[in-house]
C-alpha cells in the first residue's frame, strides 16, 4: 500500500536538490550512434560482440565525472548500470554479459557510486527492465527489439517468467551489494508490458525491503508518456515517486487528478542523443540549460541533465564546457534554485520565479528601460532585497519615474543597458 506520509519523508531531498546528472554509457559508446543502436540498425548479437571484446574505457576515472558534477551544481547522479542493450557495468553472477568480463575487468557501477558518494553527491540507477539480450525477452514482434521484424524468430518461444526471475534478481544484486542507493530509474513500460507484467509489486516490495529510503522513476507503469498512478489518489504500489518527462519540461508543471502539486524530473540531454554520438554537435548554450533548470524549479520540477561519455571514458568537451559554465552561475546562484520551488506570483514577463519560504527569487533575464519591477509583491511586504551574487543592497526605488505605478515594486540593478548577468540575475527578495 501506498504510504503518503513515508512518501513525502523520502521526497524530502529529491525536491530540496533539484538538479542531476544522467551518464549514459556502455558499449553503444563505441559505435557512437546512439544506445539504440542494436534496434534502430537491427543489429544482432553476433554483430554487436565486437564491442564487447573491444570494450576497455582506460580514461575512466569517476572521480572527474564526480568532481565535474559537484562544480555544475548538480546534487544526485543517475548511472545507466544497464541499458536496453543488456550489457551490465556491474559484476552481475546472473549473467556474463558484464563488464568484469571485459578487458577493462572492471565493475564500473561500484566505482561510481564510490566516486560520487565521495563528493557528496547522491546516487541513483537506471535499469533497463527491456533486455534485448537475454533469450527470454520477446523477440518477434516487439515494439522495439532488435530481432522485432526478423522472420528467424517467428514462433520462437520465450520463457518470459525466466526473464522476470533473472530481472528481478539482478535488480536484487544492485539493491544488496552496492550499500544505500538514493534512487533507481527503471526504464520503461510500453504496450503490454507494464506493471505487473513486470510482476511489479514484488519487484517493488523486495527493492524496499533492501533500499526502503529509494525514490523510484514512474515508468514501471509508463514511459517518458504517461504519468501512471502517481498522479491518481490511488498508487500502486509500484506506481514510482514522480513523473518522468523525457525532452520536455511540462509547459504548466504537473499537478494529481486533484490538483495538488505532483514531483517530477526533466530528463534532458545537453544535445540530440543519450550515449555518446560522435557526429551529433546540437548542443544547447549553457544560457539555455541555466534558464531551463530555472524554469522546472519555478514549476516544481527537478531536471536531470545528461552527459554521454565516450567509450574511453571521457566526457564530450562540449559537455564539459557546458557544465563549467552551469556552475559558474550557481556557483552564485544555487540559493535560488536548492530548496526552492514555485512561487504562487504568476510568472512575470521578464524572466521566473522561485520561492523558499519567505525568500523569493526573481530570475530577470530580460532588463529593462531603466528600473527592474519586481511583480507581485508590495512594498509593505518586503524585508529586503538583494542581488543574489554579491549580497549588494538593492533599495526600493521611489521617484517621479516610477510613481504612476505604486503596485510594483522597482529596483535597479544596473546603471548600463545590460545586466549584470547576461543570463539570468537573480534578485532576493525577503518579504515579512
Ligand atoms: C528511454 C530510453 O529508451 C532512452 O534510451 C533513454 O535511456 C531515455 C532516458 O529513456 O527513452 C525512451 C522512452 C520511451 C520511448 C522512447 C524512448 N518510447 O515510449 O518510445
Known amino acids: 500500500m501506498f504510504n503518503r506520509e513515508m512518501y513525502n519523508k523520502r521526497m524530502e531531498w529529491f525536491k530540496n536538490d533539484r538538479f542531476g546528472m544522467f551518464i549514459h ?63 551490465c557495468l556491474f559484476d552481475t553472477k546472473l549473467t556474463e554479459y558484464k563488464s568484469t568480463n571485459t578487458k577493462s575487468g572492471r565493475d564500473f557501477v561500484r566505482e561510481y557510486l564510490e566516486a560520487f558518494r565521495k563528493e557528496g553527491i547522491k546516487v541513483g540507477l ?27 524468430y517467428e514462433g520462437k518461444v520465450h520463457n518470459f517468467d525466466n526473464y522476470l526471475e533473472f530481472m528481478h534478481a539482478q535488480v536484487k544484486e544492485l539493491c544488496t551489494e552496492y550499500g544505500k542507493l538514493d534512487m533507481m530509474w527503471f526504464d520503461f513500460s510500453y504496450g503490454d508490458m507494464k506493471g505487473e507484467k513486470w510482476q511489479a509489486d514484488k519487484l517493488m516490495k523486495m527493492v524496499r525491503t533492501y533500499q526502503p529510503d529509494i525514490i ?60 555518446y554520438t560522435a557526429l551529433d554537435k546540437n548542443f544547447k548554450p549553457a544560457s539555455t540549460i541555466i534558464k531551463k533548470l530555472v524554469e522546472c524549479v519555478s514549476k516544481n520540477g527537478n531536471m536531470l541533465l545528461n552527459i554521454g561519455p565516450d567509450a574511453n571514458g571521457r566526457i564530450p568537451k562540449e559537455s564539459v564546457q557546458i557544465l563549467k559554465e552551469i556552475g559558474s552561475w550557481m556557483k552564485y546562484n544555487n540559493k535560488s534554485i536548492y530548496g526552492c520551488k514555485a512561487s504562487s506570483i504568476p510568472k512575470p514577463e521578464n524572466g521566473r520565479i522561485t520561492q523558499n519560504g519567505k525568500k523569493i527569487y526573481y530570475h530577470v533575464m530580460e532588463n529593462s528601460i531603466g528600473y527592474i519591477p519586481l511583480y507581485g509583491i508590495k512594498t509593505g511586504e518586503v524585508e529586503k532585497i538583494r542581488l543574489l551574487y554579491d549580497g549588494t543592497e538593492l533599495k526600493i526605488v521611489n521617484n517621479w519615474i516610477v510613481n504612476n505605478y505604486p503596485d510594483i515594486v522597482f529596483v535597479n540593478i544596473s546603471k548600463t543597458p545590460y545586466l549584470p548577468d547576461s543570463i539570468d540575475t537573480v534578485v532576493e527578495v525577503t518579504i515579512k
Open 216 to 275: 523510484v522513476d514512474n515508468r514501471l507503469e509508463v514511459s517518458g508518456e504517461g504519468f501512471g498512478s502517481i498522479a491518481t489518489q490511488n498508487p500502486t504500489s509500484y506506481s514510482g515517486d514522480y513523473v518522468s518527462p523525457e525532452q520536455i519540461i511540462p509547459p504548466n508543471g504537473l499537478f494529481d487528478e486533484e490538483g495538488n502539486e505532483l514531483a517530477w524530473e526533466a530528463c534532458i540531454t545537453m544535445n540530440d542523443n543519450w550515449g
Open 25 to 87: 554509457w556502455g558499449l553503444y559508446s563505441i559505435p557512437a550512434r546512439g544506445e539504440w543502436i542494436r534496434s534502430t540498425e537491427r543489429m544482432s548479437i553476433k554483430d554487436y560482440e565486437q564491442y564487447f571484446e573491444e570494450f576497455n574505457p582506460e580514461s575512466f576515472e569517476p572521480e572527474v565525472w564526480a568532481k565535474l558534477a559537484k562544480e555544475a551544481g548538480m546534487k544526485y547522479a543517475v548511472l545507466t548500470a544497464k541499458h536496453h542493450d543488456g550489457f
Open 126 to 152: 537506471y535499469f533497463s527492465l527491456i533486455d534485448w539480450h537475454h533469450p527470454d525477452y520477446p523477440h518477434y514482434k516487439d515494439m522495439h527489439h532488435p530481432m522485432r521484424d526478423n522472420k528467424e
